[in-house]
């Protein structure tokens, strides 16, 4: 692992701001997490940014949770569980596997396709509703995608997006359903990733030290959403997920 003294201070306040947009993306607009992401893959090796990343994003999680205990709708997330469980399995086989590296524009062009699904949903409008979110295939799709991305690269911000979008979610139960499914993925991740090495005591004495600025970020996420429109805040996901998605091809 990169020795976190050997950063320099530019890499330090690049470090810090991912901190913060982490916090924000718990609270905020999620799907911005996948740029977070892409970010720190040039900062770290990328599987130990997978690592690094794991537990900043448990913190901004739980603080998530406590805030919008209440705005949560269960019904999604429980048809998604097993699916997702699938997924997490898959993607720590591959993970312990196949270098991460190449999964990168696999991830990105996924995440693509999820886009250009929501976009076709908005087209076609009550008919696309009637028939696709409440199908089988469609939840378990959702769901073995999101548990594998969230397993190679903590990069499930942009499925569940598309998901929670697709179920008309407004914007308090969209960030309060994804606080609870994430709190429970990467709770779960917690021990493979310490099997694969990927969470050391130096990496997260690491994390230590930027939980004040996860909570910033967090905090700022609170008071920013409410003054988001709900046509802008989901284009703000849509666009962010996007970004982030070819950021990963081209990487």
Known sequence: MILLFELSILQWLVVILCAIFIGFTKTGV??????VVTILMFIFPAKESVGILLPLLIIGDIFAVIYYRRNVVWKYLVSLI????????FGFYVLNEIDSEQLKPVIGALVLLLILLHVIRERLGERFNKWLPGSIWFIGLMGVLAGFT?????????????YLLVKGLPKREFIGTGAWF???VNLIKVPFYIYLGLITTDSFLFNLSLLPTVIIGAFIGIKIIPLIPQRVFQILILTFAAVGALRLLIA
């Open 182 to 184: 994430f709190l429970f």
């Open 30 to 35: 999620s799907s911005l997490g996948i740029l």
């Open 150 to 162: 969230t397993m190679i690269g903590n990069a499930a911000g942009g499925v569940m997006a598309i």
């Open 82 to 89: 097993p699916w997702v469980l699938i997924g997490i399995m």
